[in-house]
């Protein structure tokens, strides 16, 4: 991490050191709700989007420049780790994301190769186009997708209302569902790795799906992983985020696994959470997305509600309980971050 970054707000509360105000980004905030966004998206595949370094750097500034946020996070997927390691990955429009070879048996898993981590070097050269454009004004937030969020894409073949065939080889095929998430864990710490390396100033580990599992199916086939990728990383002064739908419930177990800052859902009461954590775990939350489709009023009472509420507590930065939806009016999500950087008081 550049020096510059380790006086800026995001940093210091990522750290729990007091800052004057929270920090504010939200997550998916390059993406589909941005006009500007569809300007690229128009012209290119969205996997092209990700593998061309120009491109998803300027994607990644999009919200730099049109929103003001106290952080950037890198334009990409968590489904990359899987397609370089073997993954046959398309993205339709309307569909999502699609694997045409998914990961079912014995065979399938042999298959998927681990030495893969240079066949991302399109991601280290994005961060570091990102880096100079930013010049250090803010910092920039790395990521990756945790096993059990990967495998569910990799077994299932894509999305997944209910995560049927995963959690059946997790209950069914214990073994062979332990050999899935030990070969996508060592990828993603070498690919971690290599963000820290190209220079990103934090990085955030999203097990999206974490919240299809019983405690004790997260424990051993999630938790276990993630503390293995965080314990591997070369994180110097990197502080790590993790995040979970779930982690309402999972942070006890998720604080373990010894992460900076714990991302919470919108289920919790935020400062109840961040009570029940060890001292010097920040958390980063958590408003209800859909708080940003509700009228001007309605969102800048929540946010002031959601402040004061935190306030006084060092280690808090303001984020929703999960992404930003692609129809969010724009002018919402401005108004939002507008209210968080200048009319708290
Ligand atoms: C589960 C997951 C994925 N990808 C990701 C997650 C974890 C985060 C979460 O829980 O929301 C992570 C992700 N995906 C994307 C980012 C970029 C950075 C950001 O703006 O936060 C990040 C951090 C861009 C994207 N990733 C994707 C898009 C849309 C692609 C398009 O333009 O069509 C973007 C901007 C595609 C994607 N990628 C994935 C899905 C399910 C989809 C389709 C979603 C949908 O159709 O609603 C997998």
Known sequence: MSTKQQDSLFIKAAFSQPTERPPVWMMRQAGRF??????IKNRYSFLEMCKTPEIAAD????????LGIDAAILFSDILVTAE????????TQGV?????????TSDDVDRLETGVVRKLQYVADAIKIVQQRLDGKIPLIGFAGS????????????????????????HNEPELAHRLLAK???VTTGYLNLQIEAGVDALQIFDSWASALAWDDYKEFSHTYISKIIAGLN??????ISFCKGSSVFAPLMAEAKPDVISVDWNADLLNVKKSLPAGIAVQGNLDPHILYADKKVIKDRI????????????FIFNLGHGIMPDLPFDNVKYAIDVIKNELT
């Open 304 to 315: 002031v509600k959601l402040h004061e509420r935190m306030k006084g507590e060092n280690g």
């Open 84 to 91: 370089a390691m073997g993954g046959d990955l398309s993205f």
């Open 235 to 240: 994180r110097q002064d990197i502080p790590i």
């Open 184 to 186: 996508i864990a060592e």
């Open 34 to 39: 941005m006009k500007e966004y569809w300007d």
């Open 147 to 170: 096993p059990f969020t990967v495998m569910s894409y990799l077994v299932e073949g894509g999305s997944s209302k209910d995560f049927k065939l995963t959690k059946l080889m997790l």
């Open 59 to 66: 994607v990644t500034m999009l919200p730099v420049d049109l």
């Open 96 to 104: 999502g994301p699609r694997f045409s070879n998914p990961v079912r």
